[in-house]
């Protein structure tokens, strides 16, 4: 298994914090080096690779239903109250990310979203696939 996706995953499963800045860091740099943007700053990179690895994280999840957008009352399902049945606590627009990682909503929508949900949520992804990989390969 490699590095990175050693030190994501102890992010993630064992709730090592201090692998967060390390993570988060070579996330950033990863995309980095592959961009094409013409609104390469190295700050906004960092930024989208906090707002991803939050999202990985889970971390964004509604507590009340826990992700699941509805609270059982034993009766019947209802909406949740808390996220109004988004399963979040904060909405994951191109606005708010956007403003979050403090770049125009142009250059979000036309570069970021894809930086964000393809390459660095992807880089992520594929750290689960490595953990699975190595579980296989040793249980079998």
């Not at 906004?44 to 999840?61: D, I, R």
């Not at 808390?82 to 979050?100: E, M, N, P, Y």
């Not at 990682?101 to 250059?107: G, S």
Request: positive net charge.
């Amino acid at each position: 298994m490699s590095k990175q996706a050693s030190r994501y995953l102890r992010l993630k499963y064992v709730l090592e914090e201090t692998q967060r800045k390390h993570v988060v860091y070579a996330l950033a740099k990863r995309v980095y080096k592959k961009s094409r943007s013409p609104y390469e700053h190295p700050w906004m990179f960092m930024k989208l690779a906090e707002v991803a690895v939050e999202e990985a994280l889970g971390n964004a999840l509604c507590k009340t239903c826990n992700g699941k957008g509805w609270v059982d009352t034993g009766i019947k399902r209802i909406d949740c109250f808390s996220c109004h049945g988004s399963g979040t606590r904060h909405s994951l627009d191109d606005k708010s990310v956007a403003d979050r990682i403090q770049a125009p909503l142009r250059w979000y929508r036309k570069y970021g979203k894809r930086m964000l949900l393809q390459n660095m949520m992807g880089i992520l992804s594929s750290y689960e696939g490595e953990l699975h990989h190595a579980f296989a390969t040793r249980l079998y």
